[in-house]
Every structure is written in structure tokens, then in C-alpha cells.
């Protein structure tokens, strides 16, 4: 085998172990914490109020602030339901093959340790009421070379009616790639 061969061979095998764990390009460096941010209803809220949620930021953001740098809003629909409104539903999300959404959980908040890879809503509307749980991913960032999403957890803690918003803790995990939703420096 050449040097240049060899070379290109491992070039190769680099890239396809950076492909299959982005963890292995850097360490995790920020610590995973839990925050509470309210959202007001996109349809009625003052736009001096926060509508949607950034993970890529960890805060609640402006819609109209922000452009399309946000995973989701917050509505109300017209039955006076609350609802999570996808980035690709409001017709904001990338081509990207990797589009930001959420996945409803069934277990508590503090045993949603590792978001999963893939299952998210990320083209339809999503019902939500006080207690519901979701995994949340964003659309590929370009937090590294080969761009990955980040992932998050959150528990919708209050919905009131009247003021049309939802409060809820939010775990974001900002390093690139890692999965681990628990509390201070995430290992994978």
C-alpha cells in the first residue's frame, strides 16, 4: 500500500468516526442546567413577549427578533388549545435532513437522561397541557465541522388561559452532539 493510499485510507476512517460520534471531535465542556422561561401565545401575545423557544440560544426568544433561529413556538389554536408550533410547520425550517422537533416522553423529567436520535415531530402541531414531558432536538447547528444538532428536555409546568402562555423547565444540553440531559458536564 502507497503512502498516499494509506493516507487516504486513514483520512477516511477519521471522517466516518467522526460521522458515527460526533463526541469524539470535542470534549464537553458546559454544564447541562435546568431553566423556567414562559412563552406567550404567538396568535395573541404583545411583541414585546417571548412566542418560541431557542435551544441553540437556551432561551426564550421573539419570533421576530430572531428570524427563523428558533425550534418552536408557542400558540394557542382555535379551540383554545395550547399548542407547540414546529420550525417546518410555520414554514421557516431549512431543507436540512435534520429539521428541529420534539418527542413526547412518558417518564419523569429527571429519568429523561438521553435524547434519542431520531422520531421527532418536526411537521405538525402539537398539542400540549400542564405535566406533558418532551425530548427536543434542533436542526443541524454548526457548532463543529460536520454540524450535528443539540438536544434538550422539557416539562410544561403551567398553562394559563387567560394570559395565553406556558411556563416550563428546560434542560439544554449546548455541547455539540452530546445526548446526556443530566445535571452539570454531560458525558455522552
Same mark, same amino acid.
Request: negative net charge.
Given at each position: 500500500m502507497s503512502r498516499a493510499t494509506r493516507r487516504l485510507s486513514l483520512l477516511a476512517f477519521a471522517v466516518v468516526a467522526a460521522c458515527t460520534d460526533p463526541n469524539q471531535?470535542?470534549?464537553? +465542556?458546559?454544564?447541562? &442546567?435546568?431553566?423556567?422561561?414562559?412563552?406567550?401565545s404567538l396568535a395573541t401575545a404583545p411583541l414585546n413577549q417571548p412566542s418560541a423557544y431557542s435551544? +441553540?440560544?437556551?432561551t426564550a426568544v421573539r419570533t421576530w427578533d430572531v428570524g427563523t433561529n428558533f425550534d418552536f413556538a408557542y400558540s394557542t389554536n382555535s379551540a383554545g388549545k395550547s399548542v407547540f408550533l414546529t420550525l417546518d410547520l410555520l414554514g421557516l425550517a431549512s431543507s436540512s435532513s435534520v429539521k428541529p422537533g420534539l418527542i413526547r416522553a412518558t417518564s419523569s423529567f429527571d429519568q429523561m437522561t438521553k435524547a434519542p436520535l431520531d422520531g421527532y415531530v418536526t411537521?405538525? +402541531?402539537?398539542?400540549?397541557?400542564? *405535566?406533558?414531558l418532551f425530548f427536543l432536538r434542533t436542526g443541524i447547528t454548526t457548532c463543529h465541522a460536520l454540524g450535528v444538532p443539540l438536544y434538550g428536555k422539557l416539562e410544561v409546568l403551567d398553562?394559563?388561559?387567560?394570559? *395565553?402562555?406556558?411556563?416550563? &423547565?428546560?434542560?439544554s444540553d449546548q455541547n455539540c452532539g452530546y445526548r446526556g440531559l443530566g445535571l452539570g458536564i454531560p458525558k455522552s
Open positions: 471531535l470535542a470534549k464537553a +465542556t458546559l454544564e447541562n &442546567r435546568v431553566d423556567t422561561l414562559t412563552l406567550y435551544l +441553540t440560544a437556551g411537521s405538525d +402541531t402539537i398539542l400540549v397541557a400542564e *405535566q406533558d398553562i394559563d388561559s387567560v394570559a *395565553q402562555s406556558v411556563k416550563f &423547565r428546560v434542560l
